[in-house]
Structure formats: C-alpha cells, structure tokens
C-alpha cells in the first residue's frame, strides 16, 4: 500500500500563490514501481479534474491548460515528496486538490481512473 498525505492548502486572496506539498510512504512506495505523480482538483458541483503531473524518474511535466504558466510541479525525490507551487490564484482554482500516484504504465495521465493511489485531499479557497 501507498499512502499519500497533503498539506498547504489555505485561504489566498486572488494573484497570491499556495504551495502545496504530498509526502509519500507506505511499503510499496519508491520510483521504481511508482513512475508517475500528479495533481487533481474537484471543485463543489464538478469532476474531479488533472491539474498536473510529473515522472518521478525522469521529470517530465505535463500541465491542464488552465494551469499554465501560473502552477509548477516538482518533486523531492529523495524525500518522496511533490509539490505544487500554485501562482496567480484566481477564483475558480478553488477546490479540493488531491494527489495521486500511479504505477501502471510510464505516461502522465488525465484520467484519475489511471491512478491507484490518493490523499485525502486539501482545500484551497481564493477570494476575489
């Protein structure tokens, strides 16, 4: 099992930024069954959603749309901790962000079905 715990989600007014962090543990856990990591949000009323994501190996990123040039995903491999660093916040990133890890397969995904693993999730809330 993997386990996955996130933090450092908060109120921000809107054009502040949040960085949130997932620290992972458990008995399976390491880079070489777990290739892949990644950001998702679910806001009141709608699908869960990709935000980003990032090869644990290689570090190859993949961003929605809505996201880029404002978020940045990393990782602390060492630490078997990622983060989202999360810039010019507006209203509607407001939402639950979970992550997510995944072992089936070396591509970063959109799909959360392509996820095995999941935190608990943290609330960012940014007023206008």
């Known amino acids: 099992q993997v386990q996955l715990v996130e933090s450092g989600g908060g109120l921000v007014q809107a054009g502040g930024s949040l960085r949130l962090s997932c620290a992972a543990s458990g008995r399976t856990f390491s880079t070489y069954t777990t290739y892949i990591m990644g950001w998702f949000r679910q806001a009141p009323g709608k699908e869960r959603e990709f935000v980003a994501g990032?090869?644990?190996?290689?570090?190859?990123?993949n961003y929605a749309d809505s996201v880029k040039g404002r978020f940045s995903i990393s990782r602390d491999s060492a630490k078997n901790t990622m983060f989202l660093q999360m810039n010019s916040l507006k209203p509607e990133d407001t939402a639950v962000y979970y992550c997510a890890s995944r072992e089936r397969g070396y591509l970063i995904r959109a799909s959360p079905s392509e996820y095995e693993y999941w935190g608990q999730g943290t609330q960012v809330t940014v007023s206008s």
């Open positions: 990032i090869s644990l190996r290689g570090g190859r990123t």
